[in-house]
Every structure is written in C-alpha cells, then in structure tokens.
C-alpha cells in the first residue's frame, strides 16, 4: 500500500486545494494518469499519478486546502497482492508545514561560519593607538575627562561613552562613593522593596512556630553581666544569634544560597542580623563565622555592626556574605515575626518578645520566659520536617546558654 | 607619441598609450583580436584603434554592427573556445545592451558550470562625463559593474596603467572590464619606452600625506591631484590613493592610508546614492572605524542626469573645488 | 574512405537506436516529473515531452568535436549528447556529483567534455555565444560546427536578430536549430510574432533555411544531415526550423490556461515517440521482446541515476564562493 500525496508542482507552491478526483476507489490506475485537478494560485492543474495499482482509498475531500506532502489517497500496489486486508486508518490528521518549510536535505550539517575576510591588518609601522569611539571622544572633551586612564568596555576593548559616562560619575561623586549604602534611604527601600518582591515572587515559604523557654537564658544573663562592667555585658540577642548559627551549621538545608535552580550549602554560617534604623533603614549585615565566634565576640561584632549601620558604613558585601538571617523585633513587643527570606538565603529566623507566661514544668504550672520563635523556610530546599527539626535544636541549645 | 630629450623616455597621450598595449598584445599572441564598433575603419570613436586595421588586417582589427549584445556574447563564446578577445563596447553608455551577456553569462558560466568552462574576455569601455554629451552619454557605471563576483573591474588613470593594465587583464582567466574616462584620451605624459605590463590588483599611493587620505579612480584622480594642490598651500597634506582596481577593492591599501591620517573623502564620479564611495565608506568603517577622527565624506556626481549646457554639466560631476570644501570640512575647517 | 553523410541510413539497428534514445529521454523526464513532485528536484523544471525527435534527430549526427548550446529545456539534448544520466540527475538533486557540480540544476547543464555549452536561463542568451564559439573555431580553422538549440519564444528578443545577422556576416559555422512548439511559455506564437513562419526569418539573413516535421524524427535526421554537411562545406550558418509541440506544460507550475486540452490530445496522437514506433512495428523492425528489452534497460538506467542522485552528496557551506573566480593554484 503507498500513498499518493499532493505533489510539488513549483518553486513556491505550499499547499493546493483538491477541486476534482477523477478517479474513486476500486480505479485501477498506471502511471502517468491524471487523477485529479488541484487548484493553485496559477490555476487548475491535473495532477498524475506514478504508481500502478488499484485506488484502495481517497483520504482527502475536495475543497479542502492541504500542503505539499499530504496523502490524498492510498494506492494498492502489485506487491500488495494477498495481504491481509487492513482497516482503514482514521483520518490522519494534516499536520500544517510552516510556510515555506523545505525537508533539510538528508545530509545537511549545520551551516557553519562562512570564511570570512581576514580582519584587516595593519601595515607595520602604522601606528597603534587604543580604540575610543567618536561618542566617547566627544563626552571626553566636553567633560574635560581623561581618556587614558579609562578602561573600555566596547567591541575588543573600545572605549566607549558609557565608559567615560561612568568615570566621570566615580571622580566627581568620588566622596560620596566611600558613603555606602545606608544613608541613602531612597536607594536601601528601593533595594528592600525589589529584594522583596522578589523573594515573594519567587520562594515558595513555609512557617514554622516554636515557643522557646528562655528561662534559663534570662538567669544566666543576669548572673553573667552581674559580674560585668556595663559595656561588656551580653544581651539576649547573642545567646539567640549564637544558638540559630550553631543550629545552622547542624542543619545545611537552612544556610546557603539558591541559586540558578540549585541550592548551595555555604561552608560557613554568616548570620545575617536584621538591624533598622530611623527613618526607614533596613538591612542584614553578616556576623561572620557566627558559630565559631564566642558570645564575647559576637557581642562586640553586634555593637559594631549597628553602629556602623546608624553612621551608614555597611558594605554591601556584608549583606550578601550572610548565609541566613536572623530577626528580632521583640524590643518593638510583637509577639511573633514572621519574616521574609532575603534571595538568595533559604531561612530567615524571627524572635519576638520575651514573654512571662504560665506555663508547665514537670507537671506544675509556673512564670516561666517565653519567646515566640518563628522559622520562614524555602520549600524549595527543605520541609516542615526539617524545619521542625531546626527549631527544635535552636530550642534545645538555648536551654544551655552556658555552652554557647 | 614622440621621443624626448630623455633616453628611453617617451612623450604619449592615453590614447597613444592604449592603442600601444592593444597593438602589445596582439603582436605577442595570435588568439587576441580586437571586436568593436567603429574600431576598423574608422580607426576608432575615440581614435584608439586607428591605423590597427592596416597592421593586423580584418579578422584581427573586426568592426562589428551596432549589436552590444550580440558581439558580447560572441565575445564570451570565443573566449570560452580558447581565443582571447577584447571587445570594445563603445562607451559604457551602449554597455547597457550587453549587460544581460556579461552578467547572466561572462560572470556567471564558470559557476554555473561548476568551473568547467571561465571567460578569459577582456572588455574595454569609454565612461565619464565632460564633454557636454548629454545624459545618454555621459554616465559613470563603474560602481555597478564593480557589484557582480565573478568579474574585475580596472580603472587605469594613469598612462603607466593604460599601457600596462591590458596585457595583465588579459592573462586572467576570468573576465575583466577596465574603463577609460573620456577626458583622459588626450592626456599628454611620458613614460618609458619600454613600458609594459603593470599588476591589476593594488591601489597606488599617487600622493603622500599626513592629514586626509582622498581616495579615487579614473578621470577623477587628476581632479583630486588638483585639489591636493590646492589644500597644500593651505597647509593640508592629503594622500591621494588611485584605487586602479575597482574589484576587488584593495582593502589594505585604504585602510593603511585611513590609518594614517584618520580621515577620508572619496571622490567618485558615480551618482552619490548607492555609489562604489558608499561602498569603500562602509569598509572603511568595517575595518578602521577606530581610527577615524571625523565622519568619512564622498564627492559624488549630483542626483540629476548630466545636463547638456557646461556650467551645469561641471557642477554635477566632482571638481577640485568640492574635493577641497570636503576635505576641510573633515579637518574641521572651513 | 568517405562517408556519404547526406543520406540517413535507416537500417534496423540504427533505427530502433532511434527509438531507444527517444523512449530513454521521454522516461527519464518522466522520472524528473515525479522526483519534482516529492520536492527532491526544486526550482524551475522543464521537460521535453513531445520534442524528443529534435534532439536525437539532430545531435547524434555531430562529431565529438562539433559545440552544442542548449535552453533550460535541455535535459534530452545532454542525454543525447553522451552526458551521463547520473550526472545529469544528480544536478538537478543539486549534488555535488552532478554534471555542473550541483551548482546550477535543471537549468545549466554543463559538460566540457561533450562540449556541452550549457543550459541557459536566459531565453535567447545562448545565441551570441554560439556565435562566438564559432567565431573561434572560423578564426583558428578548426573544421569544426557549432548547433545552437532554441526556442520560438528567443525570435522575438533582440539577440536572435544580432546572432544571425553576425553569424551570416561573418559567415560562421552555427546551425541554428529553431524547436517551434508554438508556446514561447504562455504565449501563442501568433501573439508574439508578426511573421509566424520562422523560417522565413533566416532567409533576412541571407541564411540557407529549411523548416521540418518535428514529430517526424526521421525526416529530422535527414534534414539534420543535410544542415551539418552544408554548414561544414561551407563554412556558413544554417537554419533549421523543426515544428514539434510540448506536450506537458512548460513548466512543472504551470496550469496551461493558454491551451485547450483537446489540442494537446490532438498532438499527442502524433507525437514522435508513437509514431515512430507504430510506424516501426506497422514495418515489422521492431519485435515486442525488443521493445520490453528497451523499456527494462531504460528503466535499470534511470534506477541507477536515481540512486546515484540519492546517494551524491552535498556540497559543504565552507566552500560556497568557490567558482566565482578561478582558482589559483597554491
């Protein structure tokens, strides 16, 4: 069984719509026939067959527009004889060519780059000087800007106008370069609010709650810093810092970064510290190493941190150093902070207010102090078991603030 | 053509000069002959062919009816079976007729064929304006010509080259088309006696400068000369480049030159739009964008048929006067 | 010892000969029209249904050193002319086995070897060029004669009038050889000439003329021979109108508005193909076992070109710009 299918008849014919069969099923036919009449943009031409044997079945009806290629009848040849009588298939579906579309030849390689002239070179002796586009030579001499200092980003190192654009902007606001980020609000809340949405666009968040008893925490703070000159004294922010960064270390899932569809544990735990300022400052600058740093440490590292952070000196690099983030807002007296992963960390950790509340301890109730602690984690990377898990430890370490 | 007071230098017109190459290559090889209009008995429209019949008889010396096509074609077919023609289409005004042959044929058959058969043909044509001829008569198609691969285009402005350019063009297996501007016959210089043949593949430096590179060819490089003159006694030291090959274009050559100076006008007597300056001002960009203190200029024939009356006529094709406004423009000058 | 090359010798073998390369061009056509219609030949094709008496008519009565230019319409005259049918389809899949290194298809045959001077896109364009290589062959004495195949559509354009008054004025050695099918493409030849009897064109040119039954491919012969001895006795062009008709369309796009189906049957009662044979099997020259002999070499033929055509390859991108100009050697 063959198939007669609608032939090519020129260099820009794609498709053509049978007006005509002028033979039916059970025809016999030779080749050189003429069996139907196509229509085309030319005209009506009578179409030939060039296959013997019987019209077994016409697959297509007239009217109908179909492209080069189609099977418009099935052809019952000679070598046919005796087989098994088939079922008629359903109708095949006409698959649409794109216009214009040719079958590759069969041996067609992708067309690699054609030889292309040699790029022109120069004649020895001719001299050589830096490539600086006309743009460039322009602004430069408007701008009274030097172009030999300046180094090019264009076509093989061509200097171009956003290059001189951009060195005159470092040398005329090269003072207010060395201020970074944090003094300028308008740029940190446009930071925060594209961080953000992003990270809400993008991470799939889930939340946890774990009421920590932070008891034991609270005596040993007032025991410790009894002993201590004001300016070294602890605060509970430290032993909470510490106890996630010993956490994280346990638990890779929750610090390191997504990143181009792959989760990468960091090495190290930076613990980014969410510090605000007035006015509307916000941003996490990385306590590096957290989990090796000692309480001491970690506290003057905190003091330092938010001082930098009120005079605007945080680098930008502290912020994207930190491996996971670390929240409180319990001196503000929520009770609880959900918070928002900053991209591309994969946990944040929220501590609330410090709470007396009754609670129960080897079956008495008594005061005890607790602290609503809340992980926001990426789905993406780890789940609730996990995540539960993470807290739990976060939980149990803060029972033993001594070993932090 | 005279002898001068200078051993084995000689004072000629280009005219003298080509007719000396043609009566050249047809002493040295007995498949060339010459196929024209008017090259026989009449000695030639241009007076280039003149006392050839005499010389080499009229199977060698042959005039041809007024039928552009037709010899052209016969032409290729000659060449294609192993003799070496030189048409002479009268001017490149009448060319027109043949280019269906030396485009759909001459420059195309020994692709077509697979590089079974090429066409060693040589071509001369007369171009230019100047001569108050009117617009069916005074075109400059060199650019057009220079369009189609399979071809070379020569455009000898010098004597040296209407001497020298012929007996090269002729050795090519492929066909060459070398065009002689009208106002350059009855140039009067010397060269040597024994002048022969020159390559066809490189410009030439005609000029040496520092400031402006004026790149040209044909009828316009004296134009050009002038007006490196002029800017002279103005303290601009132009290069002049005469390209002598139209196709291919000798890239290196330019671009050295650009370089150099880091300007560029082009001088073409070709209509402006869609020119051969066009061209080689697109490749000066390709290939020496980064050296370029200023936009590349061109002096070009105006968009208008060449008009009849002279004071139209000289202000429609390139003069020394605009080369030199267009290279001071480029210097920033004025 | 001579040969008189006036007379056609019409003996049995030379006859179903005649035949054969007749039958051998109308199937490989044939083959060419259902590979067009499966997209492995593309462009513009065209087939020479109908005129296969001009080509074997005339071209076997040349020497290997005579020069043959062709039209686009040129398949058969390759064949006959001793082109490779491999080769030959092979070009027109656009291989670069093919006779022009699959650089030109349908359109440009070429073959040096058969002096073969192409395939012409240009209706009319190999007029001047057959001029030409008789130009050079007078020039140098070579006894040597240049036909030149074209159709009643190149009358009009002004290239045949330069060609043939060159060719008479310079007395060259072409044979001109006219196929009149009477269609230049669409175009009656009523419409496209004031003087339809194209013989009479020639005689303007001061050129010995004859016009002949192009379905008749024994009378073509003949007149053949008699067109070839005189142009090489005398050294002086020669034209041959032969009238023939093309029985498929004039390309393979073509919806034959321009002619009424009821005339192409007419003709195709008398085309040469059934002529000859039926004249040949009314006479007894020809046996059936022959004829079925003739069709299964033919058809192993064409099988053969057909695979090699498949199997060719292509040309690699690399050297797209080769043959522009000539190579020089390293």
Partial sequence: MVDFRMPSLGADMEAGTLVEWLVKPGDQVKRGDVVAVVETQKGAIEIEIFEAGQIEQLLVETKVKVPVGTPLARIRTGSDAGAVSVAPPSPVPIEARPAGAVPPPAQAAPAPALPHPPPMAIAPGAPRRDRVSPAARLFAQQHGVDLAAIVGSGPAGAVIRADVERSLEATTTAAEKKRPIGLDLDAMRT??????????????????????????????????????????????????????????????????????????????????????????????????????????QLMTRTRDLVARMRAGRIRSSEIADSTITVSSLGERGVAALYGIIYPPQVAIVGFGKVVERPWVVDGAVMPRSIVTTTLSADHRVSDGHAGALFLAEIGRLLQEPDKL | MTATAQPGIIELTYRDAVREAIRDALRRDDRTFLMGEDVASYGGCYAVSKGLLAEFGPARIRDTPLSESGFTGAGIGAAMAGMRPIVELMTVNFSLLALDQILNTAATVRHMSGNQFGVPLVIRMATGAGRQLAAQHSHSLEGWYAHIPGIKVLAPATLADARGMLWTALQEPDPVLIFENVMLYNMTGQIAADAGPVDIDKAAVRRSGRDISLITYGGSLWKTMEAATMLAAEKIDAEVIDLRSLRPLDDATIMTSVTKTRRAVIVDEGWRSGSLAAEIGMRIVEQAFWELDAPIGRVCSEEVPIPYPSHLENAAIPQAPRIVAAAKAALGRS | MSTNLDKP?????????????????????????????????????HLYDGEEAVAVGVIPVLMPRDRIVATYREHGHALVRGVPMTTVLAEMYGKQEGCSHGRGGSMHLFDRSTNFYGGNAIVGGGLPLSVGLALADHMRGNDAVTVCFFGDGAVAEGEFHESLNLAALWKLPVLFVCENNLYGMGTALAISESETDIERKAACYRIASEAVDGMDVVAIEAAARRAVHAVRETGAPYFLECRTYRLRAHSMFDAQLYRDKAEVEAWRHKEPIVRFQGWLEANHMIHPDELARIDAEIAAEVDAAVAFAEAGTWEPVEQLTRFTYAERAA
């Fill in chain 1, 191 to 296: 930071a925060i609010a594209s961080a953000m949405a992003r990270s809400k666009r993008e991470i799939p968040h889930y939340y946890l709650e774990h009421q920590i008893d932070v008891t034991a925490c609270e005596q040993w703070l007032a025991s410790t810093n009894a002993a201590r000159p004001p300016e070294q004294r602890l605060l509970m922010g430290v032993l909470t810092v510490k106890s996630v960064a010993l956490a994280a270390r346990r638990f890779a899932a929750f610090n390191g970064f997504y990143r181009d569809g792959r989760y990468e544990p960091a090495a190290a735990v930076h613990v980014g510290m969410a510090i605000a300022i007035r006015g509307g400052g916000l941003a996490a600058p990385a306590l590096h190493d957290a989990d090796r740093l000692s309480l001491d």
């Fill in chain 3, 9 to 45: 010798r019409l003996s049995r073998p030379h006859a179903l000969e005649l035949l054969k390369q007749m039958i051998r061009i109308r199937r490989f056509e044939d083959k060419c029209a259902e590979l067009y219609t499966q997209e492995k030949i593309r462009g513009f094709m």
